[in-house]
């Protein structure tokens, strides 16, 4: 039983964690792989000292900001100049009540903040694959239909980048946008803990790139709280997770 209860523990910790898109599989894993090491003296002895050291580990990211460094490590906040488009990354939809992720909705919010600043005149939003879901509705179409709800006339010109599963995708489309467009600049949004990686990809495509990135939403930054201190340990190892897959040539999250 303790084997189980360990499972079930650790399974709930990595849904969290790491944003599992099928938890329910992985729950199932790990209640039946902690059952089997709680019934061997050894393995069971092993078993207890890692959940010792992750509940160390955790316990430290709670009590204290520590994470604090290692955010601002992601983040490339520059100040906006005049540029011929500004890039709003797709940031996440709710697929049950069809709306914008908070992610998303800052995203835009700040894209049209740059937009009314005039810094550019027209945005990019992401038109995202069918590889994770085929039946959730498309980002770029609700961020086209409230810009058109903001601005019903004179709004800014909005172009959408088609079918594109990662931010590599994205960097392409922007990029061949630039080339028919003759652009020279762009202004980048996304949220910032992103921001850095993001950056460096639309760069690497050969973009002139000002980073401009959107408030973050699912946490105070600062993290004041034990609830924001887990929140930006659970981007964190995103963030880590997508600089692992990228290496190994697998699709990122995002």
Request: glycine share 10%.
């Amino acid at each position: 039983m303790e084997g189980l209860a360990l499972g079930a523990a650790l399974g709930l910790l990595a849904a969290f964690l790491g944003e599992v898109r099928a938890p329910v599989p992985l729950l199932l894993a790990l209640l039946v792989v902690g059952g089997l090491l709680g019934t061997f003296g050894t393995a069971r002895r092993v078993f207890r000292v890692g959940c010792g050291l992750l509940v160390a580990v955790l316990s430290l990211t709670l009590l204290t900001p520590v994470l604090r460094g290692p955010l601002n490590a992601l983040t490339l906040s520059q100040t906006p100049v005049p540029a011929d488009a500004v890039v709003v990354l797709g940031g996440g939809v709710q697929c049950g009540t069809r709306a914008l992720a908070p992610t998303s909705a800052a995203r835009l919010a700040r894209g049209l903040e740059l937009w009314r600043a005039g810094y550019a005149p027209r945005l990019t939003v992401s038109e995202q694959s069918d590889v994770f879901s085929a039946t959730c509705p498309k980002i770029s179409g609700i961020m086209q239909a409230q810009v058109r709800a903001l601005y019903p006339t004179a709004g800014p010109e909005v172009l959408k980048l088609r079918n594109v599963t990662t931010t590599r995708d994205e960097a392409a489309r922007v990029r061949d946008l630039a080339r028919a467009g003759g652009w020279t600049r762009v202004l980048l949004v996304t949220s910032p803990s992103h921001s850095r990686r993001a950056a460096a990809l639309f760069r690497a495509s050969g973009l002139t790139v000002t980073s401009v990135p959107a408030d973050e939403t699912l946490y105070d930054p600062t993290l004041p709280l034990p609830s924001d201190r887990l929140y930006a340990l659970r981007t964190l190892l995103y963030e880590a997770l997508s600089h692992v897959k990228a290496a190994l040539g697998a699709t990122p999250e995002r």
